[in-house]
């Protein structure tokens, strides 16, 4: 809590407690000018005790206080004697008596200017209505249409990028024949199982006829096709009319390059889900575009009309989509795969819902460019000038209501916004100084 100090008012003499700041207001007569601080004395305390040390110290003698009780005794005796005295000499009370007739008439001759004037009493000097008046003469001129100032430039020269979800990459890259070929050695040395020429020829032929098929039409954009087609490569043959032998031994060692299959088969599972929205991201960058190019080519109208529809279209993708999405449904050889695989690949069938494209940057540059379109677009500026002009009307006919008003509906661009502001600070207390002592003035 500030500390509070002692001060007083030398225009109307009152005395208060007040914290200690730059300006301070008498709670008696509202003057700030006269405000005077003691010095020394806090809010509630005593001024300072300026009586001498040495009879500070003497106070505390009783003999001291007799002597001074004693002393003002004598000397009060022998000023009444010596009144006395003079009162009763008969030269001393006609002078007395001319004087103060002297003084008494003087003080009766003596004009209001001639009467000294305290530094408290001087009213604070108001503006007159002739000065007020004299700043409503400027006009700000609109010109129509206008260029872009240097920080309105760099906002419509500013661009962003849609920042997509979308991942159209394979989570590890596609085996070759001879990849396949030397992963299948490495599994028989590994588990010290020699496969039947006859079985590794089938899972080859598989391989060329399916796998590589599924990479060739990944490449060429052909995503529902090329994961039906790794799906496809997941039929093995069967090492062993025993289900438990061909699992023990042939799903075994092909364990790894399944599980990597498995992955594409995912990954590509969420990216079928995925186009629906990508294509709608990229329709609603197409568009951005072309927008900021409506404002390169100095388009102001073209542009603040499609403001709209580029805002609704970045919301309504932004709710989209569900929480659960599942790609379209696998072909018919889902049958002849493993059950354990099978079960694996309908897991990965339903996915999780993809990630969107982030459009809040691209909102936020909207917006701001949109602020910058409306002060340079021709129709709004029109509509400015005109609440312009219809306060200056107002003025040059003492509507200062009306003048306020029209005044307060200008918006932009900045400086005429500034200056239709500060008019219409004016004409407010031009209309409060009338209303105290009525109009005095005319408009020229």
Partial sequence: ????LSYYCEHCGHSFDHAEQEIIECPKCFWTSAIKKRDGVSAGSTPPDTEPAVLKGKKQSPAWISMRVVFGIVMAGLFLAGL??????????????????????????????EAPESAGSR?????????????????????????????????????????????????????????FKSYITSQEKFYKV???????????????????????????????????????????PLYSNDPRKHKGVALKMLQSFTNDTLSKIGALNLILVQQQYREREKQMSEAYVQWTDRIKNADWETAWNRIPALLKNAEALEGEPSDRAAAAAYPPVIRQIDPDIAAALMDILGTASP?????????RDVLAKQAVLQALRPEGLKEQKNFY????????????????EEFGKVRFPKDYAADAARKAGIVKKIESLEAESGPKVSIA
Avoid: C
């Fill in 389 to 404: 002009e219809n306060g200056m009307a107002a003025v040059r006919g003492k509507d200062w209501k009306r003048a306020a």
């Fill in 194 to 236: 020699l496969l039947p020429r006859s079985y590794k020829k089938s899972l080859e032929k598989l391989f060329k006829e399916q796998y590589l098929s599924a990479q060739q039409a990944f490449e060429a954009g052909q995503l529902l096709e090329a994961r039906n087609f790794w799906v496809h490569s997941l039929a093995y």
């Fill in 1 to 4: 809590m500030d500390k509070l």
């Fill in 84 to 113: 006395f005295v003079t009162v009763r000499n008969p030269s001393f009370v006609n002078f007395f008596k001319q004087s103060t007739a002297g003084l008494l008439r003087q003080e009766r001759l003596k004009t209001p200017s």
């Fill in 355 to 363: 990630s969107l494209a982030d459009f809040s940057e691209m909102q």
């Fill in 123 to 179: 009213p604070e000097p108001q503006p007159a209505l002739e000065d007020y008046l004299a700043q409503l003469t400027s006009v700000m001129d609109l010109v129509i249409p206008r260029s872009p100032d240097p920080d309105e430039a760099g906002i419509l020269a500013k661009k962003v990028s849609l920042k997509t979800g979308l991942n159209e990459n394979l989570p590890s890259a596609p085996f070759s024949l001879e990849d």
